[in-house]
């Protein structure tokens, strides 16, 4: 059976959220960032988080308002400087938060590996260069990799377009990014969508994410934002 709750509000959502947190926040830039429930975070107050996301915030809004909030101790990420990304520069800058990068693919794969027990596993990618550093080596075929551990939440935040009742989730086009790896390397699944449906109208086929890794969804009315420029 689902362990999926329905709840009324993103307040409810996010209740809970210990200071200290290890959150994984989905989206690719804008698309797909669970804005409502980054907002709820702002408003219950849970501090020095751990966020990993793909980018460290765009404009003023979602994770970046996170940012400014001052909530966020440490961010992993694999782009952290965009034009639009003032408030990530303001606060390194000004040594008021950490930054470990991650390339793209491996930090997919480490969420991944959690997700599915994996310890650890050996990737190409970096070696040769700063972020190889400290890291175990292994040649394999002739070929040198490095040792990559597990990337694990205490909370995922995501976005989708639908759930159902039992809270197995559909994601529309690019939004659906990180969204469906966050959920299985979480402990808590924190969904927001644009509707929930009753439990078999959703095509099985078009399902991405079994509702076996949501824990909380809540409906939410669909915000689009646009950030243009840099101040």
Not at 133 to 138: A, F, I, S
Not at 155 to 181: E, Q, S
Request: with cysteine; proline share 4%; glycine share 12%.
């Amino acid at each position: 059976m689902s362990r999926a709750r329905i709840l009324e509000s993103t307040d409810a959502a996010v209740a809970g959220i210990e200071d200290g947190s290890t959150v994984l926040v989905g989206g690719f830039g804008l698309a797909g960032m669970p804005f409502d429930l980054i907002d709820a975070l702002i408003r219950q107050g849970a501090k020095d988080l751990t966020v990993v996301s793909n980018n460290a915030g765009n404009g003023d809004v979602g994770l970046a308002a996170l940012l400014a909030a001052g909530r966020v101790r440490k961010v992993l990420c694999s782009f952290p400087r965009q034009a639009d990304s003032w408030v990530f520069d303001g606060l390194y800058r000004a040594g008021k938060i950490e930054l470990e990068v991650v390339p793209q693919g491996n930090l997919a794969e480490r969420m991944r590996a959690a997700g599915a027990g994996i310890g650890a596993f050996y990737c190409p990618t970096a070696v040769g260069t700063p972020l190889a550093e400290g890291k175990e080596q292994r040649e394999i075929d002739g070929r040198t990799y490095l040792l990559e551990y597990p990337i694990k939440g205490d909370y995922a935040l995501i976005g989708a377009h639908a759930a159902d009742t039992m809270g197995n989730l559909v994601y529309r086009k690019t939004a659906r990014n990180f969204g469906p790896v966050m959920a299985t390397a979480a402990t808590t699944t924190i969904v927001q969508v644009d509707q929930v449906v009753e439990a078999g109208k959703l095509d099985p086929e078009a399902i991405v994410t079994p509702s076996v890794y949501v824990d909380r969804v809540v409906q939410v009315t669909a915000r689009h934002y646009t950030v243009r420029g840099a101040r």
